[in-house]
């Protein structure tokens, strides 16, 4: 049976068909479906971590016990889990273990544009790289194979495009793969530098054996079409040097895009006229190449930075400008925004009202930054916020001036270290945690704080408070607040910044898309009390926006999109807001 499938659908699909055991991830688009889709699978033991070091470690325990595991994660999710990531080349496996990394060119929705190709050379693990969702269903199952028989694990790579678009798939049936025996091997798992020493060895016969099998395996192939012109490509990139060449070039797709075969690269060049090298983000294909002598066009006319398309090998290459009918500039510009009710609004507002320094992290509240709220300095990566509010203070004695904040499944993920270092260096910072109750950009996952598993069961509620109080925060210092209610929460704020002890603020609040949250009755304006004022635009609700009327400039609410928080009522010194 086949169906169309996103490419995450269809690594879903091929954990299943592989006979997987264990699935543990953390979200992070654009892998966070390929868990979600995994799910499914009553067949399948699937878990939302607290974080990717933490799934990584989790999936390699099952593997090393016998079962085929798999972990998933964004390519700065990567850099969480590097530190097992590496040892666990020198360890291998015992059941199949594979690692989904979703790179992102062009940072639709990330913090920087790394190339995770790196981490398999720096570690020495092979990686794949489909280029649709066929391959992606194919790729994975197959890594488990090969995993198993290198006694390796195998990260599968991915990028936006591959993850989020469509094809279809054959749908085939589960192998019946059995937990495998655990035997104790001390000088195997455990990686004390004796026995490390001695495994780096066995890491590095893994790489020559994989080298050799990368000529003839069958995530590679060669197509030749009888042109002069030959294009060496993996994964997305393939696609669209097929639609811009056809078969005017013959190619060498990679699928294995590490290591590399020279005798696979060697053959393939030979006889041709030209060589192109096509991939995303950085060289790493072509420096391989050029490093074999073999002359190449690739970065010196391709770009190392945003995502290919058709129409940017047609510039570059063909020197063709895109024909395009939709003129980009005559495109009404969309930039993100929170949304109404979110939340995170009131808390972002009280803090540009009262000018103080604000550290900030990943996830929504990211767009605390935009304009008109404007509040966020710094955002650097997951957790950092509550580490380098400290050193700041520590350098600048701001104490009384600035703030962290950080949502709260992010304090799960990596920010419970930092409040730790604060309390335990005597820092006198502010954390103010952003709890609307569920995992938000990513799409409304379940987390440590929601009571509810992946698979929906329900499960202890851990205690944010009892977390921060037992990390050293004094109780009374510890203080909850509907951020929704601006009054109470910059009384509160005031108060904690002007004590000389750790404190944390939990602004508790849910996302107003949370299902179960109640939606209230849109609000209205009473064009005879607004004075056309804007103060009700300060808080940058796409509900609310200013239009000419024949009484003057008026505050106007877009019932569909209005759900009913209040937040613009409290701005207004004039009472128009109604409902």
């Known amino acids: 049976m086949r169906k169309i499938m996103l490419g995450n659908e269809a690594v879903a699909r091929g954990l299943f068909e592989a006979g997987v055991h264990f699935i543990s991830s953390y979200p992070g688009t654009p892998s966070t479906e390929i868990t979600e889709f995994a ?122 495009r591959v993850s989020h678009s469509s094809c279809p798939v054959e749908m085939e049936e589960r192998k019946n793969i059995a937990v495998r025996d655990y035997t104790k091997n ?3 798992n455990v990686m004390m530098p004796a026995n490390a020493r001695k495994r780096h060895v066995v890491v ?55 290591p590399l075969s020279e005798k696979l690269i060697r053959e393939f060049c030979e006889g041709l006229e030209q060589i192109i090298v096509i991939e995303e983000l950085d060289g790493v294909i072509e420096d391989f190449v ?44 969309r930039p993100p925004v929170l949304c109404p009710g979110c939340p995170h609004r009131g808390t972002f507002y009280t803090l540009k009202k009262l000018g103080v320094t604000v550290y900030g992290d990943i996830g929504c509240y ?29 350098v600048r004695g701001e104490e009384s001036k600035s703030v962290a904040v950080i949502g709260d499944s992010t304090f799960m993920h990596s920010g419970m270290t930092g409040l730790v270092n604060i309390v335990y260096n005597g820092g006198f910072s502010t954390v103010l945690i952003l709890d609307n109750s569920i995992t938000g950009m990513t799409g409304h996952q379940e987390n440590p704080l929601t009571g509810k598993t992946l698979k929906g069961t329900p499960a202890p509620f851990i205690s944010l408070e009892k977390i921060c109080s037992a990390l050293g925060v004094a109780e009374e210092h510890i203080k909850v607040v509907d951020p929704a209610d601006m009054k109470k929460l910059e009384a509160t704020i005031k108060e904690e910044l002007a004590c000389d002890t750790p404190s944390v603020i939990i602004c508790r609040r849910p996302c107003a898309l949370l299902k179960g949250v109640e939606r209230k009755p849109a609000l209205t304006v009473d064009s005879d009390k607004c004075r056309g004022c804007t103060a009700c635009m300060k808080i940058g609700c ?37 409902g």
Not at 65 to 72: E, L, Q, S, T
Not at 388 to 394: D, T
Not at 547 to 576: H, P, Q, W, Y
């Open 366 to 394: 990211t767009l605390g930054a935009v304009a008109p709220l404007g509040a966020m300095d710094t955002t650097l990566c997951m957790g950092a916020s509550i580490s380098a509010l400290h050193g700041f203070n520590k």
């Open 542 to 578: 796409p509900a609310i926006s200013m239009i000419e009327t024949e009484k003057g400039r008026k505050a106007v609410v877009d019932s569909a999109m209005c759900v009913g928080c209040g937040l613009c009522k409290n701005m207004c010194a004039f009472n128009a807001f109604e």
């Open 290 to 333: 050029r490093k074999l002598g073999i002359d190449v066009v690739g970065k010196n006319v391709l770009p190392n930075i945003g995502e290919f398309s058709q129409d940017l090998l047609r510039k570059y290459l063909l020197g063709e400008e895109a024909d395009s009918s939709m003129i980009a500039d005559e495109v009404p510009a």
């Open 204 to 258: 590095e016969d893994h790489l020559k054996a994989l080298t050799e099998f990368a000529y003839d395996c069958p995530f590679n192939r060669i197509e030749r079409n009888g042109a002069t012109l030959g294009i060496i490509t993996a994964g997305n990139c393939y696609n669209y040097a097929k639609e811009v060449f056809g078969n005017g070039a013959d190619y060498l797709k990679l699928g294995l895009v590490n």
């Open 39 to 160: 799910a499914k699978y009553d067949e399948m033991y699937a878990e939302w971590a607290p974080n990717e070091k933490v799934a990584f470690e989790a999936a390699y325990g099952a593997a090393i016990g016998g079962g085929r595991a798999f972990c998933a994660m964004k390519h700065v999710g990567l850099n969480v889990a590097a530190d097992p990531l590496f040892v666990s080349g020198y360890t291998g496996i015992n059941g199949g273990f594979v690692i989904g990394v979703a790179d992102d060119p062009g940072m639709h929705s990330s913090q920087n544009e790394q190339d995770s190709r790196h981490y398999a050379i720096a570690a020495k693990l092979p990686m794949v790289e489909p280029a649709d969702s066929r391959e992606c269903k194919e790729f994975t199952a197959l890594a488990y194979d090969f995993s198993e028989k290198f006694d390796t694990p195998f990260i599968l790579r991915l990028t936006t």
């Open 186 to 188: 001390i000088a195997k």
